[in-house]
């Protein structure tokens, strides 16, 4: 056998689906949700995207994994709307939490000021700066 490295993206998302599978046959039925990407987007009246929020749905929880807002419309509350909409569609679909990471450059307050809570953090990461990560329970 061989280590090889590989930059093939379905080499990645066979590893992951791999995992998922590994993961599924250890956890009781009653955890088991389907593994679900989602998004919202905001669009300018031209039609172009100038934010948005990304994120993955699984085992009853959703990890946000982007939210951008275009700097022209930053500060207008966009990525509170995005934010919620997220939260809402995790509570519609029966999530206990949500959870997402950020850099201390970027929004670690704006997520503490929506009701966000800081359950660990790496310090000097990447050096000079902290990521954080932050949760939400609707439960």
């Known amino acids: 056998m061989n280590v090889i490295q590989q930059g093939k993206q379905e080499d990645s998302e066979f590893i992951r689906k791999s995992l998922i599978a590994y993961n599924m046959q250890q956890v009781p039925d009653h955890i088991k949700t389907p593994n679900e ?9 031209n039609g172009e995207i100038v934010g948005g929020i990304t994120g993955n749905m699984y085992w009853h929880h959703l990890k946000v994994n982007f939210l951008w807002v275009d700097e022209k419309v930053r500060k207008e509350g966009y990525g509170s709307k995005l934010l919620k909409k997220m939260e809402e569609f995790a509570i519609h679909n029966g999530c ?3 959870w997402l990471d950020t850099f201390s450059f970027q929004a670690p307050e704006f997520y503490k000021k929506n009701g966000y809570e800081v359950f660990g953090m790496l310090e000097n990461h990447p050096e000079g700066f902290s990521q954080y990560f932050l949760q939400k329970r609707f439960e």
């Open 37 to 45: 990407d989602i998004n919202f987007v905001l669009k300018n009246n």
């Open 96 to 98: 206990r939490l949500i």
